[in-house]
């Protein structure tokens, strides 16, 4: 079993930048994929960006490539999503997610250990 918590949220303004990051616990961490999601108000929750067990692969939504760039360290079992260029529409609260599976999958269906989330908001 894998625990997650979130933490790197806030304010910022348009074309700001925000570090997430999420502290993973359990014994498959290292061999887990990751990924992060987000949900703003009154929407579903959305793909953000996935990474593979290894690190070797990823993947983004488009909304967000050349912006985001999600990387993982599994000697400290953390996950981490820098966030450049934030618009307002990036604002919502985000996930983080892990699953046995890879990461193409979890970005299409999210894992099976979900963190509580942590609040974005970019203001105008």
């Known amino acids: 079993q894998v625990q997650l918590v979130e933490s790197g949220g806030g304010l910022v303004q348009t074309g700001g930048s925000l570090r997430l990051s999420c502290a993973a616990s359990g014994r498959t961490f290292s061999t887990s994929s990751m990924g992060w999601f987000r949900q703003a108000p009154g929407k579903e929750r959305e793909f953000v960006a996935a990474i593979s067990w290894t690190g070797g692969s990823t993947r983004y939504a488009d909304s967000v490539k050349g912006r985001f760039t999600i990387s993982r360290d599994n000697a400290k079992n953390t996950a981490l999503l820098q966030m450049n260029s934030l618009k307002p529409e990036d604002t919502g609260i985000y996930f983080c997610?892990?699953?046995?599976?890879?990461?193409?999958?979890?970005?299409?269906?999210?894992?099976?250990?979900w963190g509580q989330g942590t609040q974005v908001t970019v203001s105008s």
């Open positions: 997610t892990a699953g046995l599976r890879p990461s193409y999958v979890l970005a299409s269906s999210g894992g099976d250990y």
